[in-house]
């Protein structure tokens, strides 16, 4: 008889308590719980081992023949961005930032305006995109709005003004317009107040043009010679025309806004005999775009 069990002979059961308190006993129960405690350790300790599933050749086939027979039934399925692109556009679609990164404090009217103006008026404008391209006033002008604050303010403010005057009582919104309109201006003058005195990067520039361009639409010809002719200087400031950014957009953003402005109201050109591309004729104006878009 080995040492891992012991018998005891008891006639009574009184009589195994007896003997549950000899030495003997209490020190063989001892080592058989212990014995079952590091069992059940060790078999703890032991990693698990996963052997990844092994395919021959046969199965990789008729795995393959499987998927396709089920691929020849399976309804096409919409692809993410055509099902996003179904989203009404008053709630947004793909062109609201559901992460709210606007560079000014969120307010419960910026999705709306945003999807306007992308909508409706960042549209391609064939003297602004130049041959070869499509959309840079979405894909290249846009998210240089989305860095300055001066900026996005003004675009706020053209989207609002446009909106409005496509609604059928807008007079409720002209309160709201004419203090966005302040703030824009206030944004723009706070701006200029931290750049160097030698230097307007080309968000502030922007800012300056797209002033320009409300008060040639919505607003008056003196506030609109004031703009330009601050925006003359800032682009003196930074070398001429042809050292404003955007791969040359910006240039002639600057130049389509003098351009039709002028053309709208008789009056002369604050950048004259400049052109969209240098060496190259300018086009006739566009007051339609113009007026309706960029």
């Given at each position: 008889?080995?040492?891992?069990?012991?018998?005891?002979?008891?006639?009574?059961?009184?009589?195994?308590?007896?003997l549950?308190?000899?030495?003997?006993?209490r020190?063989?129960?001892?080592?058989?719980?212990?014995?079952q405690?590091?069992?059940?350790?060790?078999?703890?300790?032991?990693?698990?081992?996963?052997?990844?599933?092994?395919?021959?050749?046969?199965s990789?086939?008729?795995?393959?023949?499987?998927?396709t027979?089920?691929?020849?039934y399976r309804?096409?399925?919409?692809?993410?961005?055509?099902?996003?692109?179904?989203?009404?556009?008053?709630?947004?679609?793909?062109?609201?930032?559901?992460?709210?990164?606007?560079?000014?404090?969120?307010?419960?009217?910026?999705?709306?305006?945003?999807?306007?103006?992308?909508?409706?008026?960042?549209?391609?404008?064939?003297?602004?995109?130049?041959?070869?391209?499509?959309?840079?006033?979405?894909?290249?002008?846009?998210?240089?709005?989305?860095?300055?604050?001066?900026?996005?303010l003004?675009i706020?403010?053209?989207?609002?003004s446009?909106?409005?005057?496509?609604?059928?009582?807008?007079?409720?919104?002209?309160?709201?317009?004419?203090?966005?309109?302040?703030?824009?201006?206030?944004?723009?003058?706070?701006?200029?107040?931290?750049?160097?005195s030698?230097?307007?990067?080309?968000?502030?520039?922007?800012?300056?043009?797209?002033?320009?361009?409300?008060?040639?639409?919505?607003?008056?010809?003196?506030?609109?010679?004031?703009?330009?002719?601050?925006?003359?200087?800032?682009v003196?400031?930074r070398?001429?025309?042809?050292?404003?950014?955007?791969?040359?957009?910006?240039?002639?953003?600057?130049v389509?806004?003098?351009?039709?402005?002028?053309?709208?109201?008789?009056?002369?050109?604050?950048?004259?005999?400049?052109?969209?591309?240098?060496?190259?004729?300018?086009p006739?104006?566009?007051?339609?775009?113009?007026?309706?878009?960029?």
């Amino acid at each position: 008889m080995g040492t891992d069990f012991v018998f005891i002979n008891v006639k009574k059961p009184k009589d195994a308590l007896h003997l549950a308190k000899e030495p003997e006993i209490r020190a063989h129960v001892t080592r058989h719980q212990w014995k079952q405690s590091e069992a059940r350790a060790s078999a703890l300790r032991k990693p698990k081992l996963e052997l990844a599933p092994v395919f021959d050749d046969r199965s990789h086939k008729s795995a393959a023949a499987d998927f396709t027979r089920e691929s020849q039934y399976r309804e096409p399925v919409e692809s993410l961005l055509e099902i996003l692109a179904a989203i009404p556009p008053q709630l947004g679609g793909l062109r609201v930032d559901s992460f709210q990164s606007y560079p000014i404090p969120f307010r419960s009217c910026i999705p709306l305006l945003v999807d306007h103006y992308l909508v409706s008026m960042a549209v391609d404008i064939p003297e602004l995109d130049q041959p070869g391209n499509r959309g840079l006033l979405r894909t290249s002008w846009f998210p240089l709005v989305m860095t300055e604050p001066s900026l996005f303010l003004v675009i706020l403010l053209l989207a609002a003004s446009h909106y409005a005057s496509l609604q059928s009582d807008p007079h409720e919104m002209k309160l709201n317009l004419l203090g966005l309109r302040c703030e824009a201006v206030q944004a723009i003058n706070s701006a200029l107040e931290v750049q160097q005195s030698q230097y307007v990067n080309d968000a502030l520039v922007g800012a300056i043009a797209k002033m320009a361009s409300y008060e040639a639409m919505f607003g008056s010809m003196d506030a609109y010679n004031v703009h330009m002719n601050g925006l003359l200087r800032a682009v003196s400031l930074r070398g001429g025309l042809s050292s404003l950014g955007l791969g040359g957009l910006l240039r002639r953003i600057v130049v389509w806004i003098d351009r039709n402005s002028a053309f709208l109201h008789g009056s002369a050109l604050h950048f004259p005999g400049a052109s969209f591309v240098p060496g190259q004729p300018l086009p006739d104006p566009n007051p339609g775009h113009f007026l309706g878009s960029s």
